[in-house]
T-cell receptor
Framework: KAGVTQTPRYLIKTRGQQVTLSCSPI?????VSWYQQTPGQGLQFLFE???????NKGNFPGRFSGRQFSNSRSEMNVSTLELGDSALYLC???????????FGSGTQLSVL | DAKTTQPPSMDCAEGRAANLPCNHS???????VYWYRQIHSQGPQYIIH???NNETNEMASLIITEDRKSSTLILPHATLRDTAVYYC????????????????FGKGTLLTVNP
């Protein structure tokens, strides 16, 4: 069974631009969650989707948004990028959301 | 989710057992203890979880004290590839909604396995 796939693996953007990251969960998994990891703040929860509905959201500004499609694939969008948005963005999938999570390798975003 | 406390770093000799402690003194009765690890620049990897009984799988063993206020992850024969940050997390495992659908990561323990 293929694991969680995140694309792209690396991304370089400039301040003010917007970016869209993609996550394909493990086949059959309906829950997809997103995390941001920075050296200073560690791993922080962004949001979680299940059956195309956002069920839980972390403490991030509205510039961070996401969505989930009917095939459970998910995208997250960051608008008006700031230097502080440079981070590793990780996606995780699970069957229902409340059991063990399977993480992708992440997208390393650099904002210049 | 209950708060956990882990030592920031530990060393272990290759081939020896690595015992990683975690304190979760405020754990509630229906919260599980989960362990994940993260090797540099990769996503976290699930290791094991348990409620109150000791658990073992192909990767590790989990020992939970009788009062459930602490636990120990045991890697029986550590290898260089086990060098990683290990996270101990407690969370509900039922559809209680809301915050149940996220993991709250602390700073974890950096385990360094030395040759």
């Amino acid at each position: 069974k293929a694991g969680v796939t995140q694309t792209p693996r690396y991304l370089i953007k400039t301040r003010g631009q917007q970016v869209t990251l993609s996550c394909s969960p493990i086949s059959g998994h309906r829950s997809v969650s997103w995390y941001q990891q920075t050296p200073g703040q560690g791993l922080q929860f962004l949001f979680e989707y299940f059956s195309e509905t956002q069920r839980n959201k972390g403490n991030f500004p509205g510039r961070f948004s996401g969505r989930q499609f009917s095939n459970s694939r998910s995208e997250m969008n960051v608008s008006t990028l700031e230097l502080g948005d440079s981070a590793l963005y990780l996606c995780a999938s699970s069957l229902q959301g409340n059991e063990k999570l399977f993480f992708g390798s992440g997208t390393q975003l650099s904002v210049l | 989710d209950a708060k956990t406390t882990q030592p920031p770093s530990m060393d272990c000799a290759e081939g020896r057992a690595a015992n990683l402690p975690c304190n979760h003194s405020t754990i509630s009765g229906n919260e599980y203890v989960y362990w994940y690890r993260q090797i540099h620049s990769q996503g976290p990897q699930y290791i094991i979880h348990g409620l109150k009984n000791n658990e073992t799988n192909e990767m590790a063993s989990l020992i939970i004290t009788e009062d459930r206020k602490s636990s120990t992850l045991i890697l029986p024969h550590a290898t260089l590839r086990d060098t990683a940050v290990y996270y101990c997390i407690v969370r509900f495992a039922t559809n209680s909604g809301g915050s149940n659908y996220k993991l709250t990561f602390g700073k974890g323990t950096l385990l360094t396995v030395n040759p």
